[in-house]
């Protein structure tokens, strides 16, 4: 993703929809082929997020990463989420706690205004491929069927609201 005024502009309204949690999203990347998620401090530095958390290092080269910014009410409605695909890069010195995030991609927004789901969904799925390959895996076979049923017999049993 090419840093520019109005992509900064359109970031920094993205994250006005998460008021106080804007400052503490969910950093997921792989560390030494182990996936890590956790809360941790961001601050928007028009172009970059600097982030600080107790991280696990992941190393002296920048690694694929994701931010996620999530709501909910108590009731679980009122869902609104960005999840921004980014590389999570060393901090200034090997001893800084601070790590440098630069987004790569557009966003994938939730509840934060139209959703194109088809591209969604064509996103996810290429993702998907290039993981499997990545792995050397094939997709899992789904027996739809028992999936099917196993729908019915939940609905079944789930009194109407």
């Known amino acids: 993703m090419t840093s520019n ?4 502009d359109r970031i920094e309204g993205l994250l006005a929809h998460f008021g106080t949690q804007a400052t503490t999203p969910v950093l997921s990347f792989l560390d030494a082929d182990d996936p890590v998620s956790l809360r941790c401090h961001a601050r928007w530095t028009r172009g970059t997020f600097l982030v600080m958390s107790v991280l696990p290092d992941p190393g002296s080269q920048a690694v694929a990463a994701n931010l996620l ?6 009731k679980l409605e009122d869902q609104r989420s960005m999840m921004l695909p ?3 890069e060393p901090g200034e010195t090997p001893q800084s ?5 630069r987004p790569t ?3 994938v927004l939730m509840g934060l205004g139209p959703v194109d789901v088809d591209a969604l969904f064509r996103r996810f799925h290429k993702a998907s491929d290039t993981y499997l390959e990545r792995h ?3 997709p899992p076979h789904i027996d739809w069927e028992a999936f099917e049923k196993l729908i019915a017999e939940v609905r079944a049993k789930t009194p109407e609201h």
């Open 97 to 101: 706690a601070e790590r440098v995030f």
């Open 105 to 107: 991609a557009e966003p």
């Open 5 to 8: 005024g109005n992509e900064e």
């Open 86 to 88: 980014g590389t999570l």
């Open 69 to 74: 910014w999530h709501h909910h009410d108590e």
């Open 136 to 138: 050397s895996q094939e």
